[in-house]
């Protein structure tokens, strides 16, 4: 393997949110008489919170909105998802995720997460995957999100490794894109393989192994 670090996303690589992202906009799409369907929940991989909320109201036929009504809907909808990540634990982590991310470790690369989601730390916790990374750049931590290559860099900077030598394991074009623009190495996994977009496909976390 020609890496010397790995930097995940989390959601839809790590671990599986999107059902929750997708129940809890769908409940606040429905205030709002906007017809929310997954489709429309996979143009959101990857984006922040606030951006999701503008492809939302893409399909929004009511009156203009106040900035105090979007902050109102983001912390609401925020608020609806964290009530599911409660109930998360370390179950909902695969063992291929767990045991591929041991043996990285052990084959002696650094290993970061890199993630659009503000609710990044509370979600290691909840599901105990905090020790597994030597660094962890998340949404809080960035002014622009994917494809934006911000929060991959800072990942890098925090590891202390070069772009070049760092691979990204990803499951949304606009993370691909991100990492290309970041001048990394880029692994697509689930729905980015259908773009046919990266560097590498991968089916399973522990073909990593074997790049
Ligand atoms: C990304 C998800 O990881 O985080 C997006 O793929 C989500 O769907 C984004 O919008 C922001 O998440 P959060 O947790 O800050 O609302
Ligand atoms: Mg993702």
């Given at each position: ?29 429905k205030e709002l008489s906007i017809d ?24 929004y036929k009511g ?149």
């Amino acid at each position: 393997m020609g890496f010397g670090a790995v930097i995940f996303d989390l959601d839809g690589v790590l671990v599986f949110t999107d059902k929750y992202h997708y129940l809890a906009w769908k409940e606040i799409a429905k205030e709002l008489s906007i017809d929310f369907t997954q489709e429309d929940n996979n143009r959101l991989r990857g984006v922040s919170r606030r951006e999701s909320l503008d492809i939302i109201l893409e399909k929004y036929k009511g009156p203009s909105l106040s900035e105090e009504k979007i902050e109102d809907l983001l912390e609401r909808k925020n608020n609806l998802y964290r009530e599911y990540l409660k109930e998360m634990s370390p179950s909902d982590v695969t063992k291929d995720v767990r045991d591929t991310l041991k043996k990285l470790r052990e084959n002696g690369l650094k290993l970061a997460v890199g993630s659009s989601s503000k609710n990044t730390s509370f979600i290691l916790e909840k599901t105990d995957l905090t020790d597994y990374f030597d660094a962890v750049a998340d949404g809080t931590m960035i002014t622009r999100s994917k494809p934006d290559p911000e929060v991959f860099l800072k990942a890098a900077e925090f590891i202390g490794m070069d772009p070049k030598d760092c691979l990204v394991i990803e499951d949304a074009d606009a993370g691909i894109e991100a990492a290309k623009a970041a001048g990394m190495h880029q692994a697509a996994i689930g729905a980015a393989r259908d773009s046919h977009a990266s560097e590498y496909e991968i089916e399973s976390i522990s073909d990593i192994l074997s790049l």
